[in-house]
């Protein structure tokens, strides 16, 4: 069974910055690769920002230089820094991720999503 733990949401006044983080657990092999999504109310989800095991990235253009994702292989962890925010950047956030591989098989994984709201 995997779980995905995030954390870091929350409130914030524009220009301002958060740090998401979502650590995986359980039996896993590998994962192709980790990233953050989000919705806003009415608003289909979009991809946010995604990283691979060998550490490309790929990033939506609405927040290309002021967001950063990182990943810590050994940990399974994935962060998503998130500077300079504004208020279109509110919405829900949940952590991906993409083929990871267990006992069971490759098999995405979703979490349950961290809310967060930029104030004007």
């Known amino acids: 069974q995997v779980q995905l733990v995030e954390s870091g949401g929350g409130l914030v006044q524009a220009g301002g910055s958060l740090r998401l983080s979502c650590a995986a657990s359980?039996?896993?092999?590998?994962?192709?690769?980790m990233g953050w999504y989000r919705q806003a109310p009415g608003k289909q989800r979009e991809l946010v920002a995604a990283?691979?095991?060998?550490?490309?990235?790929n990033y939506a253009d609405s927040v290309k230089g002021r967001f950063t994702i990182s990943r810590d292989n050994a940990k399974n962890t994935v962060y998503l820094q998130m500077n300079s925010l504004k208020p279109e950047d509110t919405a829900v956030y949940y952590c991906?991720?993409?083929?990871?591989?267990?006992?069971?098989?490759?098999?995405?994984?979703w979490g349950q999503g961290t809310q967060v709201t930029v104030s004007s």
């Open positions: 991906n991720l993409d083929r990871a591989y267990t006992d069971w098989g490759p098999e995405d994984y």
């Open positions: 359980g039996s896993i092999f590998s994962i192709n690769a």
């Open positions: 990283i691979t095991s060998g550490g490309s990235t």
